[in-house]
């Protein structure tokens, strides 16, 4: 089996700290949908707490399982027109191949973007080509062996000739935990991460991080997860400053699913730095 790609392997604990609070969004809506014909198709809007403002997305994939092409259009309310076409295993057993482009009408902007996965066991390795910017490539490999990972990311500017951005990163991972150490930002921001499935019903994670440029004070934030039952579970987070987020998720019946969440500044509990937030998830 292959290894996880370089960006996740903190994901259990990043996913723990940040996935599913719904505070970030004054109020989202998320519909999911699926045509005789197989389409898929997503309708996403979401709410600013600031400036009120709403952004969203349509989007409609395709998938023919057979050649292993998947095609995914999206036009979003910045008015940019989004398409990526996938080809999985076409090639050869293990290379996936992406293009993506995007025009934006506005402006008649474009790009273009091709990215590679190859897979196999014991190696997972990936390439990002921006092809209209620059060009650059940015590329990550990992290597793992009995829940043991190590990865390295490098960027590369054509035009210049030079590195633009490299990154190291080693983990253990097992299906009860993982735990994890990256260097990032050419090796000037470090974060140790935890993952702990503690039972079926309780998780828990935490994640210290130190900026070596700016030499200030380790930043930590630490999380749970509980499952109320089969259709409901609850979150809880803080961190160092003393911010707390709560998250609630309920399935109400089959395809609609509710999420409530609150953000509280517990050094500010006089002022307006609080936010909450509403979801709304349909499946059909």
Request: proline content about 4%.
């Amino acid at each position: 089996m292959a290894p996880v790609p370089f960006s996740d392997i903190a994901k259990p604990s990043n996913d723990l700290l940040s996935k599913d609070f719904y505070h970030t969004a004054a109020a989202a809506l998320e519909v999911k949908s699926k045509a005789p014909n197989g389409v898929q198709f997503t309708v996403k809007g979401k709410s600013d707490h600031k400036s009120g403002a709403v952004a969203g997305s349509i989007e409609a994939k395709y998938t023919d399982k057979p050649t292993g092409l998947t095609l995914t259009q999206a036009w979003t309310t910045y008015n940019a027109l989004d398409t990526k076409i996938e080809l999985d295993n076409t090639f050869a057993n293990g290379l996936k191949a992406e293009v993506l482009t995007q025009f934006l009408p506005a402006s008649k902007s474009k790009g273009a973007k091709l990215n590679l996965h190859f897979k196999q066991p014991l190696f997972h390795a990936r390439a990002f080509f921006d092809l209209l910017k620059g060009p650059s490539f940015n590329g990550d490999a990992v290597i793992g062996h009995d829940g043991f990972l190590a990865g390295a990311e490098v960027g590369y500017d054509v035009t210049t000739g030079s590195i633009t951005r490299y990154s190291a990163a080693v983990g253990y991972s097992v299906p009860e935990y993982t735990a994890a150490i990256t260097a990032t930002n050419n090796l000037s921001v470090f974060s140790a991460s935890y993952y702990h499935k503690v039972n079926a019903l309780v998780e828990a994670g935490a994640k210290a991080s130190w900026d070596a440029k700016s030499n200030g004070q380790p930043s930590l934030e630490i999380a749970t997860k509980y499952k109320l039952d089969s259709a409901a579970f609850v979150k809880a987070k803080i961190n160092n400053q003393g911010i707390a987020a709560l998250a609630y998720n309920q399935l109400l019946r089959p395809g609609v699913t509710l999420g409530l969440g609150a953000s509280i500044d517990t050094q500010r509990l006089n002022e307006s730095a609080h936010k909450v937030g509403l979801s709304f998830t349909l499946e059909g």
